[in-house]
């Protein structure tokens, strides 16, 4: 069973860019949570998806956005590119039930210079 | 807002040895725990999870803890080994959709 796909792994961008990440869930996962981590302030969560609904957002700004497609795949976009937003953003794929198991992918290292 | 946290930031184990994590959480609401594993580069692996309605959960040399009353959860580690050697989070969520609150994480180091 394939797990959670993230792409691309690496990422640098520049200040006033835009950057859109993708998440590919675990086969018939049908939520697509995201999480930004950086060594300051850990794991904080951004948003949840399912079924192509937005559910949940944590307090980011207007600049982070997503979507889900209708095949649970995920895409997270974040415009006006600051050097804050250097990070790792990480996709977590469950199958969509309150307290159901939560797996990760690897990751998109993204760096803002 | 909740708050969770983490008592050690690092852990120094014996090969051979128990480890135990520590996490203690602030919303009494939270009812679902799960801890992590994160391996530098690489995303955080599922390890054992625990509701609100059990204390004591066991796995494959982990066990999980819940205490309610003084809001605090831990993981053992039994006959710690090498591959242990990682960053370990517990998530917390209080019947919220996708939405974990992530501990600081403790940095598990294992010697020979």
């Known amino acids: 069973k394939a797990g959670v796909t993230q792409t691309p792994r690496y990422l640098i961008k520049t200040r006033g860019q835009q950057v859109t990440l993708s998440c590919s869930p675990i086969?018939?996962?049908?939520?697509v949570s995201w999480y930004q981590q950086t060594p300051g302030q850990g794991l904080q969560f951004l948003f949840e998806y399912f079924s192509e609904t937005q559910r949940n957002k944590g307090n980011f700004p207007g600049r982070f956005s997503g979507r889900q497609f209708s095949n649970s795949r995920s895409e997270m976009n974040v415009s006006t590119l600051e050097l804050g937003d250097s990070a790792l953003y990480l996709c977590?794929?469950?199958?969509?039930?309150?307290?159901?198991?939560?797996?990760f992918g690897q990751g998109t290292r993204l760096t803002v210079v | 807002g909740e708050s969770v946290g983490l008592h050690l930031p690092t852990l120094s184990v014996q090969e051979g040895d128990n480890s135990i994590i520590n996490c203690a959480y602030s919303?009494?609401?939270?009812?679902?725990f799960i801890w992590y594993k994160q391996e530098s580069g690489k995303g955080p692996q599922f390890i054992i999870d625990?509701?609100?309605?059990?204390d004591k959960r066991q796995g494959q040399r982990v066990t999980v803890l819940l205490n309610k009353t003084v809001k605090h959860l831990s993981l053992q580690i039994a006959a710690t080994q090498p591959g242990d050697s990682a960053v370990y989070f517990c998530a917390v969520t209080t019947d919220s959709w996708g939405k974990f609150q992530f501990g600081a994480g403790t940095q598990v180091v294992v010697t020979p």
């Open positions: 977590a794929s469950s199958k969509g039930t309150v307290g159901g198991e939560a797996f």
């Open positions: 086969s018939g996962h049908r939520s």
């Open positions: 625990i509701r609100s309605n059990m």
């Open positions: 919303n009494s609401a939270s009812d679902y």
